[in-house]
């Protein structure tokens, strides 16, 4: 056998020695690296970051399934869910505390929402118990279109032509009318004294308001983003500063008794959690309120040991999405939180968009979190003529790899009158 030269040998020996004195480091930064959004890392290499911190440890909450009626679910789902983030996250709080971070737990899934910088950002995503690191970032709400300006649109009618197109009168004549039924509704807020309004929300009695366990406001600080914020933060009764919510709960429930009536369900009663300010959320954000209707608290109280499922609402309508181009990349920010909702006995139904093409090309244009998902029951827009909005996201859901078939509906959209602030209407179109 030939004889290695002494030369290259030695070289060798140095150059093993070299990599294996490096690599586990090397190793050590992809790791950490692996674990974070890019739009997270970016943002702290330039400064500060917000991003959602989950925890590797989450609730197993398939025992749900097997109980019988809504309000068991609720509370099995409440109290699982609690549990696992009081017995995990008190490490975590104390090294967050440590380095003077902003935090704020959760127990929708096991997280917490912490600001921090680069370094924050490392030493948190190297912790064995950290599962991911998920941006948070304010994203714009896709605002419904003014309405196409067609004169059988444009005419305010007793019964709104929506309203009779999904049969919805025929169904009333049935003796359905939405009675039993507590619709919640994350947005922009709501004007919850708007005469259509205000005889549904299940905070009224008749005489007075009491706003607990019917409105939390999930801003709790300025985005920097909008102007437009006359409701402020925390606001302990229901508010809406830019209208978007205030129209979809009148699609919803809206009629004032008297004549004038767009809403579907017109005998259900409403509960709303502002998500948005000035038209801008976020996934911490998203996640506050869909937390907040799987057990409801009174204003200022505490999630964790407030919170009552008795009270949670049937469904939840969300009008609103997370997209890609707004730093939602990692498609499965919220599928863990939407999960435990539909656990918890809760429909979700979900807008799906309004990035459709006019039909060109469009197809696979159902791209943001909560829409793509299978827990959500997504919702598309159709117009007058029971054709598909050209606005309107379509499916099949690709972002996430799942092929997954959307939305799981169209109903109308296109041209919709309803209730706006403040004591007034306006037609909109889109699939809110």
């Known amino acids: 056998m030939r004889k290695m030269p002494r030369l290259l040998l030695s070289a060798l020996v140095l150059l093993v020695s070299a990599l294996s004195s490096t690599s586990p480091q090397a190793e050590a930064a992809l790791l950490w690296q692996a674990k974070v959004d890019p739009w997270v890392l970016r943002q702290a290499a330039a400064g500060q970051a917000d991003f959602l911190l989950v925890l590797r440890t989450q609730a197993d ?51 917490l929402w912490v600001r921090g910088d680069l370094s924050a950002v490392q030493a948190l995503a190297a912790r064995p118990d950290v599962a991911h690191l998920y941006a948070d970032p304010w994203v714009r709400l896709d605002l419904p279109n003014p309405s196409p300006a067609q004169p059988e649109l444009q005419t305010p009618q007793a019964i709104p ?12 004549a049935a003796g359905y009318t939405g009675q039993g039924v507590v619709i919640g509704g994350q947005d922009t807020g709501y004007q919850w004294d708007h ?9 009224w009695d008749g005489r007075a308001a009491s706003h607990d366990y ?9 985005i920097g983003q909008s102007d437009a914020n006359e409701c402020g933060y925390d606001s302990p009764v229901p508010c809406d500063d830019l209208g978007h919510g205030t129209h979809t709960m009148g699609i919803l429930v809206g009629d004032d008794g008297a ?11 409403w509960i709303g959690c502002r998500n948005m300010e000035g038209g801008y959320g976020k996934p911490s954000t998203y996640s506050e309120c869909y937390q907040w209707f799987i057990a409801p608290w009174p204003v200022g109280g505490d999630p964790f040991s407030d919170g009552d499922p008795s009270l949670a609402p049937d469904v939840i309508n969300n009008s609103w999405g997370c997209p890609p181009s707004e730093g ?16 918890a006995g809760i429909l979700t139904a979900q807008a799906a968009g309004n990035d459709g093409n006019d039909g060109i090309d469009d197809c696979s244009t159902i791209i943001d979190p909560a829409a793509i998902y299978a827990a959500s029951f997504t919702v598309g827009n159709t117009d007058l003529n ?17 092929g997954r078939l959307k939305p799981d509906v169209s109903a109308p959209g296109t041209g919709i009158y309803s209730s706006i602030p403040t004591n007034t209407y306006d037609w909109f179109t889109g699939t809110s």
């Open 161 to 172: 032509w929506n309203i009779t197109r999904v049969n919805a009168p025929q169904v009333w």
């Open 214 to 222: 019917n409105w939390h406001d999930a801003i709790h600080e300025d």
């Open 386 to 402: 029971d054709n598909i909005s050209g606005s309107s996201s379509r499916g099949p859901v690709t972002i996430d790899g799942s």
């Open 328 to 343: 939602c990349t990692d498609p499965n920010v919220l599928l863990a939180v939407v999960q435990a909702v539909r656990a």
């Open 259 to 269: 004549g004038t009536q767009v809403g579907v369900a017109p005998d259900a009663r």
């Open 61 to 111: 909450l398939s025992g749900a399934a097997q109980l019988d009626s809504k309000v068991e679910k609720g509370r099995y789902v409440y109290d699982r869910l609690r549990q696992v983030a009081q017995r995990t996250q008190a490490p975590l709080v104390a090294a967050l505390e440590a380095r003077g971070l902003h935090y704020r737990r959760f127990w929708v899934a096991n997280m």
């Open 195 to 203: 005469p259509v309004l205000k005889p549904h929300y299940r905070g």
